[in-house]
């Protein structure tokens, strides 16, 4: 049975995100066709023919797949389901947004954020924020599965697969697209990072975050925050790090007074090497650091940067 | 214009869970349960869109036992007008309740449906987006601001890059993100009120609809335990560990 992979892209370019949802597929097992709709993204497909393992690119390119909205979208994935056996997202908002839409329609229920390939019908994700890790196995003949990245290392380049057309248009007269605001930043993408460095209530409002930023620089970081730290506006949504933020998994993540709550945890545990800093020394976050630096930030962080 | 909102009872939200010995589930016994918070925002919301005068009426919506009326008497103390409960005793997942929840939108005709964006059990995040596709109404997950303006809504949107503006023809369906409003505490008398507030119970049988989950549970394993480290006592010493043992930098 054959596999259908949504790619994910933004600004005209593959997001690394695909990468790691095709290795999901290979582990599923089967012909992986990867999907691309948006408008000019003719670079997009190119750049997913490359991945190593993909047999074909579909490209819709049409001005009704511009901003991914989930009814264009999720109509057409919809028409080239029956294809296939499984179709896969990461799991983004773009991803989450689109998919379970697919899955409603074609009667189905959705395997959300899977980390581990059993078999092709059996799959792990944590549910309860982490705190357990369900084995499940979906009884219907379409699976509809969002993968969270870290769970697979992506596959690498080589591929040469071929580039099709799509000329299925879907018409959508319920949504429009207003605005979009988006963060800019010289820094890697949270998901992809090596290091992140993490602020949260500690740091005591958004100017203080440019202690942060220094120590960023000098490790090639992107910077994330807690839950607390984005409701107290002192940096953007898009930053946050948790159980319904972003998931994490670096090889060092740095938390800089966080306290550690488990909604926190629950998007970042998995990293590798965890460094905690944070001025009570009974503070959560110790018990899941590799390495704990009892004290206050506002000391610790100028010395840090000087020192790294 | 009728607001419908979806509340899902689950596990509070600061109960550090456990597993049951033989692997089968999370063991729920003696366990604190409340409304999902993501559900409390929904409310909230569509409370304020009573207050000011954008709705007239809402109804409250839950898919459960017989327990989950408690959260459904929450929803009509912090200000809902009336609620439904459609009773089940099986494991009822995202699609299950999103097909109970679609026969009631067809039932009630509801101008808004809310729902939160991810029930903090499953962690799924499904049930809005699939009732928009089983009633084809137009969606806006992950709403950090929500605008009512005649026959349309404007939704800003929590994405992964900031923030995006989404214009829905009414009827429509949104889901709330932590951002869209700071949900209130139901007061005292508001409590006692909730218990002469109209609460009706109906069966998936009723609605003709099957709500039991087709996703089989075969085993829920504890995740891997990380194992606490060491505190260093100054910045030398982090910088120190961080190159020669971890050799991450
Ligand atoms: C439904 C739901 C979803 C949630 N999702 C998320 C999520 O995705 N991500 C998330 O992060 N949270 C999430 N939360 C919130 C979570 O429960 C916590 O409230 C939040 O993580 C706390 O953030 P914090 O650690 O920054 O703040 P606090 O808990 O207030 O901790 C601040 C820490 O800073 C330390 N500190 C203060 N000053 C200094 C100083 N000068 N020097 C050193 N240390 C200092 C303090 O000792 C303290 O430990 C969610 C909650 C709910 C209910
Ligand atoms: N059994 C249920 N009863 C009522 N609403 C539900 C139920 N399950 C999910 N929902 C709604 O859908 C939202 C998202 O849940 P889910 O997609 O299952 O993570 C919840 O916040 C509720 O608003």
Redesign the interface.
């Known amino acids: 049975m054959s596999i259908l992979v949504l790619a994910e892209h933004q600004d005209g370019a593959l997001a690394g995100a695909t990468a790691h949802v095709v290795a999901a597929a290979k582990a599923i097992g089967g012909d992986i066709d990867v999907l691309v709709a948006g408008e000019g993204v003719a670079a997009v497909a190119e750049a997913a023919a490359r991945l190593d393992g993909v047999s074909k690119v579909r490209v819709a390119d049409n001005a009704a797949y511009a901003h991914q909205l989930a009814e264009p979208m999720a109509a057409l994935i919809e028409a080239l389901a029956g294809d296939y056996g499984h179709v896969l997202a990461a799991a983004s908002t773009s991803g989450k947004n689109v998919l379970p839409r697919v899955a409603a329609l074609k009667d189905v229920a959705q395997i959300s954020e899977i980390i581990a390939v059993e078999a092709p019908d059996t799959f792990k994700r944590p549910i309860y924020a982490g705190n357990a890790i369900a084995t499940v196995q979906s009884e219907d003949a379409l699976k509809v599965i969002t993968v969270r990245t870290t769970g697979f290392d992506a596959v690498g380049e080589g591929g040469s697969a071929g580039v099709e057309a799509v000329d299925f248009v879907a018409d959508n007269n319920q949504s429009t697209f207003i605005k979009e605001a988006l963060a800019e930043s010289d820094r890697p993408e949270l998901g992809a990072a090596k290091v992140v460095v993490s602020g949260g209530r500690g740091m005591g409002n958004g100017e203080n975050f440019k202690l942060l930023d220094g120590i960023a620089d000098k490790l090639g970081a992107a910077v994330g925050a807690s839950r607390a730290a984005v409701d107290a506006g002192f940096v953007p949504n898009d930053m946050q790090v948790g159980q319904t933020g972003k998931i994490v998994a670096p090889e060092l993540y740095v938390a800089v007074g966080i306290s550690g709550a488990i909604q926190h945890l629950a998007g970042m545990k998995d990293s590798k090497v965890i460094v905690a800093i944070n001025k009570d020394e009974e503070a959560p976050i110790f018990q899941v650091a590799d390495y704990g630096l009892v004290g206050d930030l506002f000391d610790i962080l100028p010395e840090l940067e000087q020192k790294l | 214009m009728k607001v419908l909102v979806a509340v899902k009872r689950v596990?509070d939200?600061n109960v550090?869970?456990r597993?049951k010995a033989d692997h089968s589930d999370?063991d729920l016994t003696n366990v604190k349960m409340a409304m999902n918070p993501?559900c409390e925002i929904a409310v909230e919301e569509a409370v304020r869109l009573k207050e000011k005068g954008v709705a007239t009426e809402v109804v409250a919506v839950t898919v459960g036992p017989k327990a989950a009326q408690e959260q459904l008497r929450t929803a009509l103390a912090l200000g809902a007008d009336r609620a439904i409960h459609v009773e089940s005793d099986e494991r009822v997942?995202?699609?299950g309740a999103?097909k109970a929840l679609a026969k009631l939108v067809e039932d009630e005709q509801p101008g808004l449906v809310i729902l939160g964006?991810?029930a903090?059990?499953?962690?799924?995040?499904?049930?809005?987006?699939?009732?928009?596709?089983?009633t084809g109404?137009?969606?806006?997950?992950?709403a950090?601001e929500v605008n009512v303006d005649g026959d349309k809504v404007?939704v800003t949107?929590?994405?992964?890059?900031?923030?995006?503006?989404?214009?829905?023809?009414l009827p429509?369906i949104v889901t709330t993100?932590?951002?869209l409003n700071e949900p209130r505490y139901a007061k005292l008398p508001d409590i006692m009120k909730a218990k002469k507030k109209p609460l009706d119970v109906k069966t998936p049988a009723d609605l003709g609809v099957e709500v039991a989950?087709?996703?089989?549970?075969?085993?829920?394993?504890?995740?891997a335990e990380?194992q606490?480290?060491?505190?260093?006592?100054?910045?030398?010493e982090?910088?120190d560990?961080?190159k020669n043992e971890?050799k991450?930098?």
């Open positions: 596990i939200y550090k869970i597993v999370v993501f997942e995202s699609l999103a964006k991810q903090i059990d499953t962690d799924n995040n499904q049930a809005g987006q699939m009732l928009a596709a089983l109404l137009p969606q806006a997950t992950f950090s404007q949107r929590e994405i992964d890059g900031g923030l995006q503006t989404l214009e829905l023809t429509a993100d932590l951002r989950s087709r996703v089989k549970l075969l085993r829920v394993e504890p995740p990380r606490g480290g060491v505190k260093v006592s100054s910045v030398d982090l910088v560990k961080l971890a991450v930098l």
